[in-house]
Nanobody, 118 residues
Framework: VQLQASGGGLVQAGGSLRLSCAAS????????VGWYRQAPGRQRELVAS???????SSVDSVKGRFTISRDNAKNTVYLQMNSLKPEDTAVYYCNAPYLGLATPGRYWGQGTQVTVSS
């Protein structure tokens, strides 16, 4: 199984980025996916998730700004990030299968850096 995350970069506050997580060896529509992030000196946190049934969820700090979605034909999950803030700066990882809030799944993408300048 391989998860390939991409789409990070440097953006000014208020800007947007779209992260992608493409998979081989695992079918996202049957497993669900989570997006995590980890900032320097902080614990990794689950930012958003989508279940195999397409139910989405996100943490309060990104609600209304981040949207997780899935393209079953491409076996790819996206994280659209709008109105970015400096506190969103972190390495973002996709993870599967989605098992819930407490336990990450077995497989991780390599991480993509998101840096938001003020």
């Amino acid at each position: 199984v391989q998860l390939q995350a991409s789409g990070g970069g440097l953006v000014q506050a208020g800007g947007s980025l779209r992260l992608s997580c493409a998979a081989s060896g695992i079918i996202f529509s049957r497993n669900g996916v989570g997006w995590y992030r980890q900032a320097p000196g902080r614990q990794r946190e689950l930012v958003a998730s989508i279940t195999r049934d397409g139910v989405t969820s996100s943490v309060d700090s990104v609600k209304g700004r981040f949207t997780i979605s899935r393209d079953n034909a491409k076996n790819t999950v996206y994280l659209q990030m709008n109105s970015l803030k400096p506190e969103d700066t972190a390495v973002y990882y996709c993870n599967a299968p989605y098992l819930g809030l407490a336990t990450p799944g077995r497989y991780w993408g390599q991480g993509t850096q998101v840096t938001v300048s003020s």
